[in-house]
Structure formats: C-alpha cells, structure tokens
C-alpha cells in the first residue's frame, strides 16, 4: 500500500532547512504532499512574509522530493486532509514537539529535528539591519567618491 506523507508550513524565502526537511519526510513514505500557507492563513498564524503564497507554492511544487501541494488555509484541515488523501504519516519540524499528538488517531505523526544555524526569521534580520539610516550613510559615501572622481577627471 503507498505510504502517502503530508506536512504544513508557510516556506519564505525557501532554504536548506526546508529542504532537509521535505527530504526526510519523503525518505519515510512514496509520496509527500505539502501545504503551503496561504497569506491570509499566515496573517491568522501571525506571521509576515516576503515572498507571496503564489510564489512560495511553486517553489515547493518544484522541489524534486514533493509530490502534490495544497495551500494551508486554516489550524484544522490537517484532519480532512489526512482523511482525503488517505494519509500514513503527519509529519513537521520538531520546534512543533506535542503540538499534533491528537492527529495520532488518524496516522502516524513524527517530529523531525529542525536544521541548526538556519531560519526565514535569521534571514530577514539580516536584510532588517540595512535600515534608512545605513542606506543614506551609504549614498552620502557614495556621492563623497563621486566628487572626488569628478576632481581628478
Ligand atoms: N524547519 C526546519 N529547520 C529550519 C527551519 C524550518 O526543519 N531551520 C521546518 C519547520 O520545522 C517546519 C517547516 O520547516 O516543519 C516549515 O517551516 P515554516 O515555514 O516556518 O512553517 P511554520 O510556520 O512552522 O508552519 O500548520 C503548521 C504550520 O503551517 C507550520
């Protein structure tokens, strides 16, 4: 019988601890299913992203280990879904530890140890540190070389 696996997650700005793991849960079934929140969906969860739900779908669509995805509207359609698709294994990062124990009465739920080092959040902090205020220090240093170029033509 295909052992069909799903897991949730909004995916910004997509990198290697995605990946990893999209590729763990694959390496536990024969077929990944993703849901992918949709903005509005990521507003209710509280969370701002960069990149738009059109886009982040495909990006996932389009990793090689994902089969099927579907956009996460709200906290309870894990339980349809598992039913739908006809579901083994609900599996996500463990930063989620405990948090879907009660899908437990309809297929198997892992948590997988999340990638270290590695975070959307950390991502954008790094973009957050070119604030106005570094942007215009920057163009004043620019427009300084600027004039000094025009000195020695
Ligand atoms: N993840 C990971 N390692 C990281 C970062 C993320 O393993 N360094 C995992 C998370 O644990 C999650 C998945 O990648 O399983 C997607 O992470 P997010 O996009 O942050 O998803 P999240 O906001 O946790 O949404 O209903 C469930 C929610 O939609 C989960």
Known sequence: MKRTVITYGTFDLFHIGH???????KGLGDELIVGVSTDEFNEEK????????ED???IVESIKCVDIVIPENS????????QNYNVSIFGIGD????KFDNLKTLCEV????RTTGI????IK??????????????KKSIDFVGSILDKLN
Do not use: C, H, M
């Open 56 to 58: 982040r779908l495909s």
């Open 110 to 113: 892992v948590y997988i140890p």
């Open 119 to 122: 975070s959307t959040t950390a």
């Open 95 to 98: 930063d989620w530890q405990g």
């Open 46 to 53: 509280g969370k701002s992203t960069i990149i738009k739900f």
């Open 125 to 138: 902090s790094k973009f957050g540190f070119v604030n106005r205020k570094d942007l215009e220090d920057l």
């Open 19 to 25: 990946l990893n793991l999209l590729k763990k849960l």
């Open 75 to 82: 906290w309870d359609q894990k339980e349809k879904d598992i």
